[in-house]
């Protein structure tokens, strides 16, 4: 009898918990509801935009971190969903993969509202404009007009920027609140990518309060030599700033002053409009 009662304490024990309490304790409701799969094979995709290129099984998992397991387990869901192609060797995203991209466009009214209005400075001044917005540590350009003396940047929709560097960057950092920016500057891999590119976090913070102060940003010579932009906060309705418009210019075109005094008048114009329809 004393074994039957202890086959029975051991089953209570084991026994699965009643509906709707959770099977690990201390979970929260957003942690059960957390697809860990999803995560893995997002930042597969991801992984392929930092590479620049196909890659291995071996290089896939270094840069996200995943075991070699992991990494083929996520490769070959993507290749079977038709995201990626495999060879055999290399691992590469495929043209489906496109409509992540395009799925943001078409969703987002951003993008079509400021189209217009970019495309109406270029047309004025002759200089490249674009709308960012931010991504963690970088801005992602989703709405370009690019004039026929284009810069050698190569920019386009999708294209991502330091954003301690770019004028842009500058911008949407300096709408975060002081301590927000802080985090964000300190968690960025900082590089010189010219010897103008200025890295150092007390003066990029001094930066950030001047834009605050002034309400723009320039990035003089700082993402690429010969290349000057300036950049003004976009704000919706509710006076929430949702992105940056910008306007680059070569060196050999135009000076700082010269951008300041005839091309940020263009973009404040723009501002102005755009905050009342947006």
Known sequence: MANTDERSSATSATAAPPAGTSAVPGRTKEEKEYVAGLEKGLLIIEAFGIANKAMTLSEAAA???????????????????????????????????????????????????????????????????????????????????????????????????????????RVLLSSLPEQEALLRLQRMARRPLTPHTRVELPVLTAMLDEVRKRGYAVSNEELELGIRSLAVPITNGSGMVCGSLSIVSATSRRTLENMIENLLPELEQARAMLASIL
């Open 63 to 169: 840069i996200t971190g995943h075991s070699r397991a992991s990494a083929r387990r996520s490769l070959l869901t993507l290749q079977r969903l038709g995201y990626v192609d495999y060879d055999g060797k290399l691992f590469q995203l495929a043209p489906r993969v496109l409509r992540l991209g395009h799925a943001y466009l078409t969703s987002t009214s951003l993008a079509r509202v400021v189209q217009p209005t970019l495309e109406a400075i270029s047309e004025r001044t002759r200089e490249s404009t674009s709308f960012a917005v931010l991504d963690g540590t970088d801005v992602v350009f989703v709405a370009r007009a690019a004039t026929r003396r284009s810069l050698s940047n190569g920019l386009g929709l999708g294209s991502r920027l330091p954003a301690y560097c770019a004028a842009t960057g």
